[in-house]
């Protein structure tokens, strides 16, 4: 017996011509969950940091988050568009948004961070990490309402149909849930609980890449792999997976650094 998921309108509410939708909303927690987190983190004795700097941390990560996000998706699953209509990269409202290039554009916020404010690239890192999962999370939630990214068809008990002709009305993994929960609920625990004692410079982000980029593998074994793309490599693995492994192995070397000689 399948769950059946209603189609929902994609618009949370309007007010006027402003349409808010449900996937914004995903990113204004996010970030909203992030200021929290990090006046947390701030005030924590020694943290080194000051409440009064989130403002502009957090909107250089925005941003880097949002225009990562598309670039990264052009780059990656799009790629034939982005060469032959550039121009398509500005239209972020219309969808497309990428994890691994909304990491990489987070990175580039936090190099530039640290480059105004004289700390180190890892310094930022370490301290912005523990603030990502819960908006990793809350991003996948709002996947899961547009019906988009489903998983694979499956007869678990728990399979989901997705009111969407694009997904052929049959019983599929609920993927955005499994990611919303390791990414997001678990990852945030795992970070939140080992920042909370001093560790060594890169620790925290080393922690990161690695589960992170461990989540996201393992759950591709469960998403639909996307129709444009299929599999990339191997006859098995998706283009997620294939981003996901640079990930796990930077993740096991920076550890590495962290504590050699320990």
Same mark, same amino acid.
């Given at each position: 017996?399948?769950?059946?998921?209603?189609?929902?309108?994609?618009?949370?509410?309007?007010?006027g011509p402003l349409q808010?939708?449900?996937?914004?909303?995903?990113?204004?927690?996010?970030?909203?969950?992030?200021?929290?987190?990090?006046?947390?983190?701030?005030?924590?004795?020694?943290?080194?940091?000051?409440?009064?700097?989130?403002?502009?941390?957090?909107?250089?990560?925005?941003?880097?988050v949002l225009l990562g996000?598309? *670039?990264?998706?052009?780059?990656?699953?799009?790629? &034939? &568009?982005?060469? &032959?209509?550039?121009?398509?990269?500005?239209?972020?409202?219309?969808?497309?948004?990428?994890?691994?290039? =909304?990491?990489?554009?987070?990175?580039?916020?936090?190099?530039?961070?640290?480059?105004?404010? =004289?700390?180190?690239?890892?310094?930022?890192?370490?301290?912005?990490?523990?603030?990502?999962?819960? =908006?990793?999370?809350? $991003?996948?939630?709002?996947?899961?309402?547009?019906?988009?990214?489903?998983?694979?068809? &499956?007869?678990?008990?728990?399979?989901?149909?997705?009111?969407?002709?694009?997904?052929?009305?049959?019983?599929?993994h609920p993927s955005q849930?499994?990611?919303?929960?390791?990414?997001?609920?678990? *990852?945030?625990?795992?970070?939140?609980?080992?920042?909370?004692?001093?560790?060594?410079?890169?620790?925290?982000? $080393?922690?990161?890449?690695?589960?992170?980029?461990?989540?996201?593998?393992?759950?591709?074994?469960?998403?639909?792999?996307?129709?444009?793309? =299929?599999?990339?490599?191997?006859?098995?693995?998706?283009?997620?997976?294939?981003?996901?492994?640079?990930?796990?192995?930077?993740?096991?070397?920076?550890? $590495?650094?962290?504590?050699?000689?320990?």
């Amino acid at each position: 017996m399948s769950i059946y998921l209603p189609q929902i309108d994609p618009v949370a509410f309007a007010v006027g011509p402003l349409q808010v939708r449900w996937y914004g909303l995903m990113y204004l927690f996010g970030f909203l969950a992030a200021w929290l987190l990090g006046s947390l983190r701030a005030k924590r004795s020694g943290s080194g940091w000051n409440p009064q700097e989130l403002p502009d941390l957090i909107t250089f990560c925005a941003l880097g988050v949002l225009l990562g996000a598309r *670039l990264g998706y052009m780059l990656f699953y799009d790629f &034939t &568009t982005f060469v &032959t209509q550039p121009l398509e990269t500005l239209k972020i409202w219309q969808g497309g948004m990428s994890f691994h290039g =909304g990491l990489l554009g987070v990175l580039v916020a936090s190099w530039y961070f640290a480059w105004r404010t =004289g700390r180190s690239f890892f310094q930022v890192t370490d301290f912005v990490a523990p603030l990502v999962p819960l =908006g990793l999370g809350a $991003g996948r939630i709002g996947n899961f309402l547009n019906g988009e990214l489903w998983g694979r068809v &499956t007869d678990v008990p728990w399979a989901m149909v997705f009111a969407n002709p694009a997904a052929g009305f049959l019983p599929r993994h609920p993927s955005q849930l499994y990611q919303a929960f390791l990414e997001g609920l678990v *990852l945030f625990i795992i970070l939140w609980v080992f920042s909370a004692r001093p560790r060594p410079i890169m620790a925290v982000s $080393g922690l990161f890449s690695f589960c992170c980029g461990l989540f996201r593998f393992t759950v591709e074994f469960f998403r639909e792999p996307d129709a444009h793309l =299929g599999f990339v490599a191997l006859g098995w693995m998706s283009m997620g997976q294939a981003l996901s492994l640079p990930m796990i192995a930077l993740g096991l070397y920076l550890l $590495g650094l962290a504590y050699r000689g320990r």
